[in-house]
């Protein structure tokens, strides 16, 4: 009789707090809730940036493209010799 307490101990404890218990359970669906979050946002920053893609145009000049790197986002070419503003 004792031993079947103390298995249905082991087992109820493993239900609540085990690896694929129920504190599992609710963490992940606390971190799915996060991520959605997440995933919107960076949804709506892909359209944003998407539209802002679209007002380039087909082909936007290579000129123009190179100078947005190079200020906005501090790219340049190896080769290229930049000088302080």
Do not use: N, W
């Not at 690896?19 to 920053?45: C, F, N, Y």
């Amino acid at each position: 009789m004792l031993g079947c307490a103390a298995l249905t101990a082991v087992f109820g404890y493993h239900t609540v707090y085990g690896r694929h218990g129920l504190e599992a359970r609710r963490h992940l669906i606390q971190r799915s809730a996060e991520l959605d979050r997440e995933i919107k946002s960076l949804e709506a920053v892909r359209a944003e940036y998407t539209g802002h893609v679209r007002l380039l145009g087909k082909t936007p000049h290579q000129d123009m493209v190179e100078e947005i790197a190079q200020r906005d986002l501090g790219f340049a070419y190896p080769d290229t010799i930049l000088l302080p503003r």
